[in-house]
């Protein structure tokens, strides 16, 4: 199965850890698993928590099986159109979904299995006062080096609190220069390319995105005045006040600002300055150690 996908139904009521890691046990080597939420979730802290324990823990149970390494890509797909949802399932080979939930999938032209499998109840925490499509317009900017499970969560956040406009900036080569193991890091275009299939995967057809390079701190947020929010992740919440700063002197209106949680150990946190993240730099760094091993062999 070179394309496999997990349907669950409501992941605020139910912990589909069981469902995923049989999954994960079935298509054990595969390069990449899509996981499409049919729920609509309505409300920025439960699709946060929701994205942040998903791709976390299929992180952590694909560590356990042989066959899987740090390349393989996780996409978690929400609040799709039917529409949507047919056209993906052209790229598709296989479903899989929870026995007890097998009416989520009716009317989707793709062969399927249904698994016998007991589903723990989750809780999550109360909402919050922000809501999907808040924002006209909505920036987030980031390097997007090896596009990682943090950048498509920063993304995904992005794209909810979006109503029309989504402003995303990326890290241009020149301020890359001095980044750790530069010698594999990925050129614009490849970083813009990642970005893109992401986003075309994911988004619906009410909003439009435009990709701008960042060659400052600010980018875009900088110059772009029509600008009504930002999403940072919790680690570069100095970045959202600097630029909010900057656009209060230059007579701009403050960006609302939503931080999502840094993804990985969950020890992170900014008095150990975020050790056990997930990185673009870890990335690159196994990376380079593959290719080394590569000419040897």
Known sequence: MSNPVIFIDDPIANDYSPLIEKVLSIVNGVDRLDIVI??????????NEILYYYYNRVRTLIDGLPLFDYTFSINIIFNISHAKLLKLSLKWNHAFIAKQEQAIFQNVPLAHTSLDINLANSTYPSKCNKIMKQFHTTAVGGTFDHLHDG????????YFLTS???????????????????????????????????????????????????????????????????????????????????????????????AIKVIGDSESNAENKWKGKISSTDIRERELERRKQRNQS
């Open 151 to 158: 950048h498509k969560i920063l993304l995904s956040m992005a």
């Open 38 to 47: 049919k729920t609509e979730i309505t409300n920025v802290t439960h699709l």
């Open 164 to 258: 029309k406009r989504l402003i995303i900036g990326i890290t241009g080569s020149e301020l890359l220069k001095n980044k750790k193991f530069s010698d594999v890091l990925e050129p614009f275009n490849k970083r813009q390319n990642s970005v893109v299939q992401f986003l075309d995967l994911i988004m619906d057809e009410i909003v439009h995105y435009e990709i701008y390079q960042i060659n400052d701190i600010c980018g875009p947020t900088g110059y772009i005045e029509d600008i009504d929010g930002l999403v940072i992740s919790h680690e570069s919440s100095a970045g959202g006040e600097f630029v909010n700063k900057y656009r209060r002197e230059h007579g701009f209106k403050e960006l609302d600002l939503t």
